[in-house]
Nanobody, 119 residues
């Protein structure tokens, strides 16, 4: 069973920074697209950022220039560095691992971690 374990989020002041990490286990980390999604109260889950197995990144327009995704295959870990945080970044953040093979989808989620941006 694939496991994705996110680091604890927290309360951050507007303009502050926070780094999330997600440790993956029981999977071949290097072949998955790893991503971060978030869900604010009353809203649908939305994409924040993804990084493919060969390092291609994608960001939501709302976080471009402020958030950076990275991955460390030696540690089977994906990171999300969040800078210049805004109150609207408040959400539960979820780690995701995804790949397709032979017509099958492999789609795994972490348990989520709360990030609150408030003064």
């Amino acid at each position: 069973q694939v496991q994705l374990v996110e680091s604890r989020g927290g309360l951050v002041q507007p303009g502050g920074s926070l780094r999330l990490s997600c440790a993956a286990s029981r999977m071949v980390f290097s072949i998955y697209t790893m991503g971060w999604y978030r869900q604010a109260p009353g809203k649908q889950r939305e994409l924040v950022s993804t990084m493919t197995s060969n390092g291609i990144t994608n960001y939501a327009d709302s976080v471009k220039g402020r958030f950076t995704i990275s991955r460390d295959s030696a540690k089977n870990t994906v990171y999300l560095q969040m800078n210049s945080l805004k109150p609207e970044d408040t959400a539960v953040y979820y780690c995701n691992a995804y790949r397709t093979a032979s017509g099958y989808e492999y789609d795994y989620w972490g348990q989520g971690t709360q990030v609150t941006v408030s003064s």
